[in-house]
């Protein structure tokens, strides 16, 4: 069955275009995951400085929507929260996987 020709039938045609745009969405999904994975190999091998990285900017996306729609505070003020606390734990958390690293894994 050729996508570009228009059936006759409405619930033939639906079914055309929906597969076409169901392989588009697949295509779409299969090149973001590999531009993740790219993304994520080169991160990985700044060790525990990208490891912390990708937590802290996680963690203030996380923390931003949250304030938000917890508190209901302004977009500004939950920002500035988000960005405040998860800095200062992304520097307690490289702190604690040094630590880890070097006193608890090794005895």
């Known amino acids: 069955m050729n996508p570009f020709i228009l059936q006759e039938n ?37 060790g525990t400085l990208g490891l912390t990285t990708v937590y802290t900017v996680g963690h203030i996306f996380i923390a931003m ?14 920002a500035a929260d988000a960005i405040i606390e998860p800095v200062i734990n992304g520097f307690w958390f490289a702190f604690l996987h040094k630590a880890w690293g070097k006193y608890i894994l090794v005895s």
Not at 15 to 40: D, F, T, Y
Not at 65 to 78: D, E, K, Q, R, S
């Open 10 to 46: 409405k619930e033939q045609f639906w079914l055309v275009g929906s597969k076409n745009i169901g392989n588009l969405k697949n295509r779409i999904e299969l090149k973001l995951k590999e531009n993740l994975m790219v993304i994520l190999k080169r991160l990985s091998k700044f």
């Open 65 to 78: 929507a949250c304030t938000f729609v917890i508190t209901g505070a302004p977009l500004n003020l939950a």
